[in-house]
C-alpha cells in the first residue's frame, strides 16, 4: 500500500512540476523534512534545510520571471528538460525501498512523461492565449499555472487519490486538444 501511495504522490508532484519546476520539489522537501512523505535513503538531502531554501528561492524566481512578458516563452524552452528531470526525481523519491530498475524505469516513464505532458500542455495553452492579445493575457495564463501548482503539490501530499484523478483529468485535456489540434490543418484540405 505504502508504495501504491508513493505512486500517487510521485504522479501528483511530477504533474506540478508541469506547471512550474520548483514549487513542487519545495513541497516534497517541506513534506519530506516534516516526515509527511517518506523518502528513499539516497534521497534524504531532499529534506535538508538547504534544499528547502534553494527550492524556495528558486520557486520565487520561477514565479517573478513568468511574469516577464518575454522570458515566459523562453522559460518555456529553458525549463522543459528540468521539468521532466525534476518529475522524475520526485517519483522515483516517492517509491521507497524497490528494485532500482524498476524505481528509475517507472520515475522516468510516469514521472518524466507526465512532467513532460503537463508542461507542453501549458506552453501550447500560453502560445494559444498570448498569440491572439499579444501577450497581455499570458500573466493570466501563469498566475493560474502557479495557483495549480501549489494546489496540486499540496494535494499529492495530502490527497494523493484526488491529485491522481485530476492528473488524470489534465492528461485527457491534453491529449484531446492536441488530436484536435492536429486534425485542424487536414480538415481544411
Known sequence: METLIGVLVGIGLSAASGL?????????????????????????????????????????LEVGAYYVPWLD???????????????????????????????????????GGVSSM????TSALRAAVGLPTGGLANPVVSSGEGLGAIVLTVLAVFLAPVAFLIVLWMLYRIVRRMRRTSAEPSQGT
Open 118 to 121: 503537463v508542461h507542453v500542455g
Open 20 to 60: 512550474r519546476v520548483f514549487i513542487p520539489l519545495l513541497g516534497l522537501s517541506v513534506a519530506g523534512h516534516y516526515e509527511v512523505i517518506p523518502l528513499g535513503d539516497s534521497f534524504q538531502w531532499l529534506a535538508s534545510w538547504q534544499a528547502m531554501l534553494a527550492f524556495g528561492v528558486a520557486s520565487i
Open 73 to 111: 516563452h523562453a522559460l518555456d524552452v529553458a525549463l522543459a528538460p528540468a521539468a521532466a528531470i525534476a518529475g522524475t526525481l520526485m517519483t522515483a523519491s516517492t517509491l521507497g525501498d524497490t528494485s532500482p530498475l524498476l524505481k528509475w524505469s517507472f520515475a522516468i516513464i510516469a514521472g
